[in-house]
T-cell receptor
Framework: KNEVEQSPQNLTAQEGEFITINCSYS?????LHWLQQHPGGGIVSLFM???GKKKHGRLIATINIQEKHSSLHITASHPRDSAVYIC???????????????FGEGTQLTVNP | GAVVSQHPSRVICKSGTSVKIECRSL??????MFWYRQFPKQSLMLMAT?????????EQGVEKDKFLINHASLTLSTLTVTSAHPEDSSFYIC?????????????FGPGTRLLVL
């Protein structure tokens, strides 16, 4: 079982729709990233969360540490939002006393005009 | 914001040749850089963790003699794919962690697409 699971895997929406992408994880984490990967491959970090909620423009990210769950919302979606959205969690690796970033498999979002 | 660059962005090479990919943190110092590999429609897979001034830590199943990593300074790490074969064709992404690591912020490079013929 993957330590990070995202849903849905694929999402198609019409321009203007409100979009939600979910992320559940099974390990105790110290922080969670939401990343955006465009077709060219480059990755942009959208949010880093350890509690509560963050907002940037039309994007909102929330996290519930107790429930081990995070959501990424896009309001008034636009075709340029079409990309793969990846949830990634930081968790401590006891053996190395370091921390590791573990990725979900991503959600392919397509927003049609 | 912080920027990580990679060079080259795309490379095509013949089987048996070696390819070097550079990863630079442009406006911050990174004691730790990460190298990931991504196959089509799949998530990123960590290949190795590169620490400045010491040997890289490789993930299970990643051949250290094939994927040579050098982290010579706080702003530069290189990945060399030695004797590349077609199965090494992939998208390679580096990531750098801000020196103020308690922030747990990682910045990602734009990636390098490698095609081995």
């Amino acid at each position: 079982k993957n330590e990070v699971e995202q849903s849905p895997q694929n999402l198609t929406a019409q321009e203007g729709e409100f979009i939600t992408i979910n992320c559940s994880y099974s390990v105790g984490i110290s922080a969670l990233h939401w990343l955006q990967q465009h077709p060219g491959g480059g990755i942009v970090s959208l949010f880093m969360l350890s509690s509560g909620k963050k907002k940037h423009g039309r994007l909102i990210a929330t996290i519930n540490i107790q429930e081990k769950h995070s959501s990424l919302h896009i309001t008034a979606s636009h075709p340029r939002d079409s990309a793969v959205y990846i949830c990634a969690v930081f968790w401590a690796v006891r053996e190395t006393s370091g921390s590791r970033l573990t990725f979900g498999e991503g959600t392919q979002l397509t927003v049609n005009p | 914001g912080a920027v990580v660059s990679q060079h080259p962005s795309r490379v095509i090479c013949k089987s048996g040749t070696s390819v070097k990919i550079e990863c630079r943190s442009l406006d911050f110092q990174a004691t730790t850089m990460f190298w990931y590999r991504q196959f089509p429609k799949q998530s990123l897979m960590l290949m190795a963790t590169s620490n400045e001034g010491s040997k890289a830590t490789y993930e299970q199943g990643v051949e250290k003699d094939k994927f040579l990593i050098n982290h010579a300074s706080l702003t530069l790490s290189t990945l060399t794919v030695t004797s590349a074969h077609p199965e090494d064709s992939s998208f390679y992404i580096c990531s750098a962690r801000d020196l103020a690591g308690f922030k747990k912020t990682q910045y990602f490079g734009p990636g390098t697409r490698l095609l081995v013929l």
